[in-house]
């Protein structure tokens, strides 16, 4: 079955750096999308990516739906403490195919 | 208000037990899902409907079933629980999008713990 990987597995960082995280597949997906997880929270969307090559924004998070329709990066900029959390990936074939398919996702730690 | 939200939000049982796990929606969607999180294993797919009428199993429903009550109400059970269910569950709804993919939004979850 179609496999996410997510990289990295964890990141530790100073306020005010940018991060960056990517999810690759071994086949392609239609629209790619991007979840945080506050702990004890349900993951929240933060970004959907419907077009090969689609560069989106969402204040300071921005996310491209990689040309080969295979991969997808999110980055942060100048991050906050409130950035902490679990950050997933999730691609989906779309059509008939309503499955969404996870990364194990990137824990983000913030240091003040 | 939460446009997902789940009930228990924590539920401690023992080996057993039959227990369910309710979700309600106010975000008019059809389609509605549950899911199981462990550490390091990310999100697994239950079951999955995408009407009333309609219950699908997903990749991990064994141990597991479901009841479509309403458009607005999807109930997880699991008819004898057992340790290894332990971990958070999720609800989550959608809405198709543009006729061909549609993004899913998650309730805040249930930890279950069973003993």
């Known amino acids: 079955g179609q496999q996410l990987n997510q990289s990295p597995q964890s990141m530790f960082i100073q306020e005010g750096e940018d991060v960056s995280m990517n999810c690759t597949s071994s086949?392609?997906?239609?629209?790619w999308l991007w979840y945080k997880q506050d702990p004890g929270e349900g993951p929240v969307l933060l970004i959907a990516?419907?077009?090969?090559?689609e560069l989106t924004s969402n204040g300071r998070l921005t996310a491209q739906f990689g040309i080969t329709r295979k991969d997808s990066f999110l980055n942060i900029s100048a991050s906050i403490p409130s950035d902490v959390g679990i950050y997933f990936c999730?691609?989906?074939?779309?059509?008939?195919?309503?499955?969404?398919?996870f990364g194990k996702g990137t824990l983000l730690t913030v240091n003040p | 208000d939460a446009d997902v939200t789940q009930t228990p939000r924590n539920r401690i049982t023992k080996t057993g037990k039959r227990i369910m796990l309710e979700c309600s929606q106010t975000k008019g969607h059809d389609r509605m899902y549950w899911y199981r999180q462990d550490p390091g294993l990310g999100l697994r797919l239950i079951y999955y409907?995408?009407?009333?009428?309609?219950?699908n199993k997903g990749e991990i429903s064994d141990g597991y079933s479901v009841s479509r009550q309403a458009q607005a109400k999807f109930s997880l059970s699991l008819e004898s629980a057992i340790p290894n269910q332990t971990a958070l569950y999720f609800c989550a709804t959608s809405d198709p999008y543009r006729g061909w993919t549609d993004t899913q939004y998650f309730g805040p979850g249930t930890r279950l713990t069973v003993l």
């Open positions: 999730a691609g989906q074939l779309g059509g008939s195919n309503y499955k969404l398919t």
């Open positions: 990516l419907y077009k090969a090559g």
């Open positions: 086949s392609i997906f239609n629209t």
């Open positions: 409907s995408f009407d009333v009428k309609d219950i």
